[in-house]
């Protein structure tokens, strides 16, 4: 005789789309010459991270690792009024100032394998500079999925519904 033991299925935690993560442990890296940040989070292994490469705008102002901080509310320091009423951020980026907290991370699938996307979304909060309600959180998630659908994402034809399209008026005609 055997017992068997049956879960409840929730769902993987590992299944595609947006997940509310805590980060534990961050890392700065060299590749090549370009600094990155890796995040690890609560109750995923360390295998799974986020690896965000430092990119700098035309301004020469490094904006993907700043945008971790900002969506992450970690590190402000000091808020100083700008140029043109912009507000100019000193933050700790230290990866100290990441651990205990929360973004809205995208899982998606590689193969077999599980990923994080590197474009994050923030999660509801308020600070001395700016506030992020459901709808901001919204603008960032389209926005990361634009991301995912224009870079990540190699032949979106293969299997997918989604790409045949009927260019007839004709309803008799299937494009098929």
């Known amino acids: 005789m055997r017992t068997l033991t049956i879960k409840k299925n929730n769902g993987s935690k ?9 980060i534990v442990k961050a890392v700065y890296g060299d590749y ?5 940040v890796d995040c690890y989070f ?4 360390d295998s799974l991270n986020l690896r965000i490469y430092a990119k ?18 970690a590190g402000i320091t000091e808020v ?9 951020v000193k933050i700790d980026d230290s990866p100290q100032s ?4 929360h973004i809205n991370v995208y899982f998606y699938k590689d193969g077999d394998y599980s990923r994080i996307l590197s474009s994050v ?12 309600s459901e709808d901001d959180i919204t603008y960032w998630k389209n926005q990361s999925e634009s991301y995912y659908k224009k870079y990540i994402v190699k032949d979106t034809a293969v299997g997918s519904m ?3 399209i009927n260019t007839s008026d004709d309803s008799d005609s299937l494009p098929i």
């Open 14 to 22: 590992f299944s595609p789309g947006w997940k509310q993560v805590e």
């Open 32 to 36: 090549n010459g370009t600094k990155y």
């Open 42 to 45: 609560r109750d995923y292994p």
């Open 56 to 73: 700098t705008g035309q301004d020469g102002e490094e904006f993907a690792i700043g945008r971790l901080f900002r969506f992450a509310n």
């Open 80 to 88: 100083l009024n700008g140029p043109n009423g912009d507000n100019v």
């Open 98 to 101: 990441l651990i205990g907290k």
């Open 121 to 132: 979304a923030p999660t509801e909060f308020e600070n001395q500079i700016e506030s992020f």
């Open 162 to 164: 989604d790409s045949i």
